[in-house]
């Protein structure tokens, strides 16, 4: 969700052109009077008689309302001309030239042998639900296996940085990029099969149903962005479904009585229902700037939202809308802003919030009742959690932005133990393997391996020299069936087992 830190704050990008665009003739006029002034009276102390016609002459001048004027519409036209640039680069690509690209893409791809090799693929649902763990735990005291001694089995450079995890379909794997693609790979050897264009960075996921691939795409100064839908046989791009904001938050796709609905963040434009098949619309709520992934229970759509960026006004709730028509069931207030996909635990909801536009040591995981809003507990932490809060059986996982990975007891909410790792500005969350481990990438020091009863790192894993370094992961690691994936900011995917 959140091409919000693979870019320049856009609040420096202003502070300059604050710093740059006023017209500095007045000003520097206004100091020259001045100091000419102030030179004129020393020199009389000393029986001198110096003549400043010259600047006053010019003060007198440049008070013109002619001068004025004209100096205001200059100022103008820069300021314009800059936020009007800024307008026009959050556009997407034109719709036509995503098709002409898409199909020059089918054109090329390199014979008819791998065209139908690609076309007897099974491509299985990835709709990203990974936070929720209905499996029964690895028991404390059971006896456990050693955790793998994981090495790289291979690694992919693509032209520009990741964001996103690895999304696993069949035998492939899909992984967006801030080049404007979406990249298929196979899982055994990594080779890029083919991709799919939309042009803009393609920040969120993508996920997989019905053989379908849909993309969101945009960073934090993106608007007007889309839904893009590919048939996975054929590589035929289907369509897409425009909003009115980015769609940088990873999109989720549920079934309830029978319809299924395809749930789009898209930032200050709130959140959309579309149909999967058709893309259109079932129903929009403007309910703030939503980034974060949705979660469903029966009837009931849970999302929250978070402050705008370059705004102050604090913005940031939580929200039960309903599966069918969007309606509002409850709407409560969040400490901080949430964003990331929530965690349903048992009956409850729970966020994980935190700031990430202005320095903070704070943050909460809230719950609430799932049928009423009503606060069930409140876990407070010195840090933002940007980590997807986990659930596995009667533990909560959270990991915050200083690299801190947490267990919580439930229902209880007692803190059973905590754990620092190597580098702050960590955006990844945990993710358990079923064996009693947790895989962890920190900022600075590879892929942790933890033990989920006592939080001790067990083992973790760093690429060697020849292997590449490790650079920041914003994502998860990614479990297949013979090995993890990762993708980091610089575009590097690698498979480990």
């Known amino acids: 969700m959140f091409g919000w830190m693979a870019v320049p704050e856009l609040s420096e990008k202003l ?35 110096l003549k ?75 709709i990203q639900n990974w936070n929720q763990h209905k499996a029964n735990p690895h028991p404390p005291h059971a006896p456990r296996s050693a955790p793998p001694t994981l090495k790289q089995a291979w690694k992919v450079k693509l032209p520009r940085g990741v964001f996103g995890a690895v999304t696993l379909s069949g035998e492939s794997a899909f992984v967006g990029s801030d080049d404007g693609n979406t990249y298929e790979l196979d899982q055994k050897t990594g080779q890029i099969l083919r991709r799919f264009y939309t042009g803009t960075p ?22 007007h962005c889309r839904i893009y839908s590919f048939d996975l046989k054929s590589g035929e791009f289907l369509g897409a479904f425009q909003t009115q904001g980015h769609t940088e938050g990873t999109p989720f796709l549920a079934e309830y009585q029978g319809v299924s609905s395809l749930f789009i963040p898209a930032g200050s434009d709130g959140i959309y229902a579309i149909d999967p098949l058709t893309l259109q619309e079932r129903w929009h709520r403007k309910i703030g700037h939503a980034d974060a992934e949705v979660r469903t229970s029966g009837s009931l759509v849970f999302v929250g939202t ?91 996982f959270t990991s915050d932005l200083e690299g801190r990975v947490c267990a919580y007891g439930w229902p209880s909410a007692t803190k059973l133990w905590c754990i620092q790792s190597k580098g702050v500005k960590a955006f990844a969350s945990v993710t358990p393997d079923g064996e009693g481990h947790l895989f962890y990438p920190t900022a600075h020091a590879g892929v942790a391996i933890l033990d989920d009863h006592s939080g001790q790192i067990l083992k973790s894993w760093t690429p060697t020299a020849s292997e590449g370094a490790w650079v920041k992961s914003y994502s998860r690691t990614v479990q297949g069936p013979d090995g993890w994936f990762i993708a980091d900011s610089t575009g590097t995917v690698r498979k480990l087992n």
């Open 15 to 49: 502070d300059v052109v604050r710093a740059v665009v006023p017209t500095l003739i007045l000003p520097l006029a206004a100091v020259s009077l001045i100091l000419n002034a102030l030179a004129t009276f020393i020199a009389g102390l000393f029986g001198l008689e």
């Open 52 to 126: 400043w016609e010259g600047p006053k002459r010019l003060i007198e001048v440049l008070l013109k309302p002619k001068v004025l004027l004209a100096a205001l519409l200059f100022n103008l036209f820069i300021v314009g001309g800059y936020y009007g640039f800024q307008y026009c680069k959050g556009f997407p690509s034109p719709l036509w030239y995503i098709s002409f690209r898409n199909s020059r893409y089918r054109s090329n791809q390199v014979s008819p042998a791998s065209q139908g090799e690609r076309a007897l693929r099974n491509y299985t649902d990835s």
């Open 202 to 223: 393609v920040t969120p996921s993508p996920i997989i149903w019905n053989s379908r691939l849909f993309i969101g795409e945009g960073e934090h100064y993106s608007h």
């Open 306 to 396: 978070g402050v705008e960026k370059g705004y102050w006004q604090r913005s940031h709730r939580a929200f039960a809308l309903d599966f069918l028509t969007g309606q509002e069931r409850w709407k409560v207030e969040l400490a901080e802003s949430n964003w990331m996909a929530p965690a349903l635990i048992g009956k409850e909801v729970c966020f994980g919030t935190g700031e990430i536009y202005s320095k903070a040591h704070f943050g909460q995981l809230s719950c609430f009742e799932q049928t009423t809003g009503k606060v069930t507990h409140k876990i407070d932490v010195p840090a933002p959690l940007l980590g997807i809060p986990v659930q596995l059986g009667d533990k909560i």
